[in-house]
Nanobody, 116 residues
Framework: QGKLVESGGGLVQPGGSLRLSCVAS????????MNWYRQVPGKERELVAF????????NYADSVKGRFTISRDNAKNTVYLQMSSLKPEDTAMYYC?????????WGQGTQVTVSS
């Protein structure tokens, strides 16, 4: 059974940076496109960033373009989300998601709080 484990969240001041990591196991990571989502209580889950299986193409929500960068290391079964110039409105639970031809997987989430 596939598993995703996120880490790297925490409390950061506005303007600061964080790097989230998501380690995959139990499935062939390189065969899966990867997403980062975020969710605030009471709101729908929002797609933040997407990366293709080989990492050649990425896409971002307008709200994070120019500030967040998604990348992956298929040798380490890991996807990253580098977040810079963080704003209070970036505060949310961040989840990674693996999407494959016949299955998808979700992590348990890591909390990011941007506050002074």
């Amino acid at each position: 059974q596939g598993k995703l484990v996120e880490s790297g969240g925490g409390l950061v001041q506005p303007g600061g940076s964080l790097r989230l990591s998501c380690v995959a196991s139990g499935f062939i990571f390189r065969n899966y496109a990867m997403n980062w989502y975020r969710q605030v209580p009471g709101k729908e889950r929002e797609l933040v960033a997407f990366i293709t299986r080989a990492g050649g193409k990425t896409n971002y929500a307008d709200s994070v373009k120019g500030r967040f960068t998604i990348s992956r290391d298929n040798a380490k079964n890991t996807v990253y989300l580098q977040m810079s110039s963080l704003k209070p409105e970036d505060t949310a639970m961040y989840y990674c998601n693996a999407v494959g031809p016949a299955s998808d997987y979700w992590g348990q989430g890591t909390q990011v709080t941007v506050s002074s």
